[in-house]
């Protein structure tokens, strides 16, 4: 009888379970550029970016002023996924140096409709940058620009299609040089759910920090409502300068949210862009089923926990009185005679 309902709440559980499943899209890891490291069937260099003579580095330009040279991950990246589609999360770390002042070293993403091959003198890092071109970059900047505000010549800041910094940060009051030639660590963080995009950095060899050192909310889908491929890379360019600019290492990973774990935008207008209101409300109405299922399995399991337990209680109920009742039923022996009791005892 237990069985038909202990069944149903089987398969509820399995679709749940299913439900958890989280899809890897891209991820690569670099721990070095050398022949082994395979990197070029995944990585493609441009301008004057090179594998140094000792394998180990990257080399993103040259002893030379106006050099410019970037890596690109080939594969575009599918920063949307799932019906109804949503931003995936990701994860990028790398280590760098460079070796004086110059322009200093951006990590890119770059929509489908950027030309990975493009190099812009106008543009800072060798990135482009005007009214048509969008990107999202993390800046690495070893010159003090006045035409971006520019808070001095050792800064990282987080832009959104212009090199004006959404916000930025004096690495001087960290103790991080950018242009002092020591290798250093970098951690961006980007969790779809909050549109939280974090910068974490420290030298070679410590640990990841728990604090970011600046965050911003970047908002892809507002960014490139229509685009679902992006490329991404690490663009560097030295001005006039003769900078040298090194990467060690990197690695890069999308997640995707379970669905269960979705968050409503924070900003409706998120979801106007292309669908107009229906796609919030779909979402919507789709996170109020997942909880009414989720309460309903709840008080479900609960019931059938109270069922087990009943079930339980009356087989023990029914037996654990056996004993006591054969002692009950035992006759007690009457006595009669005080005095013949006490002799007894
Ligand atoms: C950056 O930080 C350093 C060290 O704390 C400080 O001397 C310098 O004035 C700061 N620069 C700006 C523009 O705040
Ligand atoms: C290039 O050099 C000049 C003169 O030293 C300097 O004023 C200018 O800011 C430099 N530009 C860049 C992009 O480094």
New binding site residues.
Partial sequence: MASIPTSRYFITLIFIALNFKSLYGSSFYFKNFGKDSNFSSILALYGDANVTSDGLSLQLTKDLSSSVGRVIYKDPIKFYAGVPKKMVSFSTFFEFSMSKS??GLAFVVLGDGYDVDRFDDNGSFGVASGDELKFVSVEFDT?M?DKYGDVNGNHVGIDVSSFVSLKAVNLSRVGLGLDSGDRLQVWIDYEAGSRRLEVRMSKFGENRPVDPLVFARVDFSRIWPENEGFHIGLSSAN???SQLCNVYSWSFKTREAPDWMHSEPLDPIVYKDREGNEIQNHKKSDCVLRILSALILGIGLGALGSFIGLFMWTIFANRRPVAPEEYAVKPKPVVHDKALANEKL
Avoid: A, L, Q, V
């Fill in positions: 110059g322009e010159f620009d001005g006039n300068s």
